[in-house]
């Protein structure tokens, strides 16, 4: 539909560069909106938490000492905080800290949510019971998985509607309780996709690759900074198609599935970190790339 700007700015009695301003701004602010994540406030989930008026200046904002990506919603600034499934059930506190150095904080709750247990077979010992040489090499890769969840820059974290990295098979959920050879590990801080060996694996939104590597656990890695505390990781891949300070767009191939480190067969394992919190990917993804999921 055709729209005569300057017949709106008579009507309106605005001046035409100002109303193009504002147009531009809600066009602007609209799409923010629009691709903001699903509210779940439970462990593992994501809570949004409106903080002051966006007349004001945008705050920062921290949660368990970590900053929080902050966008404007409505009104207000609203912040996007990732729950850790570490998160204990009941209330918590949200601080922001504006131009002046003043302080202001926000409570908020987050509910509780069980999370089902899987049981896995590993056939590789090593990889339930890893040995010294090992546990050496274990150590030094969760240093830099840490440093690439704890990345923060001030670009991007503006859009939250994710396409699907890979079309395939749900093969586990986000959050379980696992067990390797019926021994207790890590719930599950991501989700698998089961899809055919080489499938290609698509960023799913624009990003900046901060890391890649082959790792004990997770095998073939890549991470991508998509901005302001936003970092998803991508396991077990066979090709890595990408490099260390490459810039990716939204649905740019970045590798291939594999079945490298700790697998039972060709899949993704697929992490969303916010806040350097790993939060469900499922939150993210909008209803088109959810149907690209089946669970058999």
Avoid: C
Avoid at 118 to 124: P, V
Avoid at 251 to 266: F, H, N, S, W, Y
């Amino acid at each position: 539909m055709f729209i005569n700007i300057h017949i709106v700015a008579r009507l309106l009695k605005t001046p035409v560069i100002f109303l193009l301003l504002t147009l531009t701004t809600f066009a602007a602010d609209a799409a923010v909106e629009g691709s903001l994540p699903k509210n779940s406030p439970v462990p593992g989930g994501i809570i949004l938490v409106k903080t002051v008026a966006t007349d004001l200046p945008k705050p920062e904002a921290y949660f368990s000492g970590n900053r929080v990506t902050v966008v404007k919603r409505n009104n207000s600034w609203t912040a996007i905080i990732g729950l850790g499934l570490d998160v204990s059930p009941g209330e918590h506190i949200l601080y922001t800290v504006n131009m002046d150095g003043d302080q202001k904080s926000y409570p908020f709750v987050v509910k509780e949510h069980a999370y089902p247990r899987q049981n896995l077979r590993i056939k590789n010992r090593r990889q339930v019971d890893p040995n010294e040489q090992d546990l050496v090499r274990i150590k030094k890769e969760s240093k830099i998985v840490h440093n690439a969840f704890e990345y923060w820059t001030e670009r991007g974290a503006d859009n939250f509607n994710f396409l699907l990295p890979v079309k395939g098979r749900l093969s586990s959920k986000f959050g379980l309780r696992r067990y390797f050879n019926n021994k207790p590990r890590k719930p599950h801080s991501g989700i698998d996709i089961a899809a055919p060996l080489g499938t290609s694996i698509k960023a799913p939104v624009d990003g900046i690759i901060i890391a890649t590597g082959k790792f004990f656990f997770n095998g073939n890695t890549i991470f991508i900074d998509h901005g302001r505390g936003l970092v998803t990781m991508y396991n077990h891949l066979n090709i890595i198609s990408v490099s260390e300070g490459q810039s990716v767009k939204r649905g740019e191939v970045i590798g291939k599935v594999g079945k490298t480190g700790r697998v039972t067969g060709p899949h993704l394992h697929w992490s969303v970190s916010l806040n350097n919190a790993r939060v469900n990917p499922m939150l993210l993804l909008n209803k088109k790339s959810k149907k690209l999921l089946w669970v058999k």
